[in-house]
């Protein structure tokens, strides 16, 4: 596939995809190829490669003589992060922040945990890191930069648990993390307490403390629902 076709199939996907999480199209609709690509104003060989990238996301499947039939929800691939991203861009925005927040809940502790005992020094030192930048720019209405130095620490954190399962949630992690800065379902300012909590999750971490790690992370995670209360209820 050429660059430009790249462009034109990601163009599909970009509106496609969106109103399909959306329920725009309910299960079980049948979407024409031949029509989505006069829709788009592009060849049917973009059109089945958009197609292709949504049956590997399971929102669809292509049948012969049937066409391309919306799957159930309850089929999706919620974990792929386009899928997520298309959701939080939608009108099930707070229902979609609490899932996955609640998810978070569930694991992130257990993986703070983990990574006191199998965290290496280069990981306590990365984590380390992570937290003094969100503390550098949780004033002053820094959120971008906050952003990325919170993303990257809650993946050192899931990376240094030493599970291959709880590692391959980052990309989930960094989907909500974005989905709530971006659709300002933050505040101005990160909460303080938030901010020191990831401090003295990086401490522990470091200590080897597994109960204060996990504990401290909980706490975080809860704080995070109740933002959900206030900011996207």
């Known amino acids: 596939m050429s660059t430009s076709?790249?462009?034109?199939?990601?163009?599909?996907?970009?509106?496609?995809?969106?109103?399909?999480?959306?329920?725009?199209?309910?299960?079980?609709?049948?979407?024409?190829?031949?029509?989505?690509?006069q829709r788009?104003?592009?060849?049917?060989?973009?059109?089945?490669?958009?197609?292709?990238?949504?049956?590997?996301?399971?929102?669809?499947?292509?049948?012969?003589?049937?066409?391309?039939?919306?799957?159930?929800?309850?089929?999706?691939?919620?974990?792929?992060?386009?899928?997520?991203?298309?959701?939080?861009?939608?009108?099930?925005?707070?229902?979609?922040?609490?899932?996955?927040t609640v998810l978070r809940s569930a694991i992130e502790p257990v993986a703070a945990g983990l990574a006191a005992r199998h965290a290496t020094s280069e990981q306590c030192a990365r984590l380390t890191e992570c937290a003094l930048g969100m503390v550098a720019h949780s004033r002053g209405h820094k959120l971008e930069g906050y952003l990325f130095h919170d993303v990257a620490f809650h993946r050192v954190v899931l990376d240094a648990s030493g599970n291959e399962m709880f590692a391959r949630l980052g990309d989930v992690v960094a989907e909500v993390l974005t989905g709530r800065t971006q659709h300002d379902v933050m505040f101005e300012d990160p909460d303080p307490a938030a901010v020191t909590l990831h401090v003295q999750v990086a401490e522990a971490v470091r200590a080897g403390d597994a109960v204060r790690a996990e504990d401290l992370t909980r706490q975080i995670t809860v704080g995070a629902l109740q933002e959900l209360d206030i900011l996207a209820p």
Do not use: C
């Open 40 to 100: 788009f104003d592009v060849s049917r060989s973009v059109m089945r490669e958009a197609v292709r990238v949504l049956e590997s996301m399971y929102l669809v499947e292509s049948r012969r003589r049937v066409g391309v039939t919306v799957r159930p929800k309850s089929e999706w691939n919620v974990y792929d992060p386009q899928v997520i991203r298309w959701r939080l861009a939608g009108a099930d925005r707070p229902g979609q922040l609490r899932s996955l």
């Open 5 to 37: 076709d790249r462009g034109l199939h990601g163009r599909v996907l970009d509106t496609l995809g969106p109103e399909i999480t959306a329920g725009e199209y309910p299960p079980g609709s049948v979407l024409r190829t031949d029509e989505l690509a």
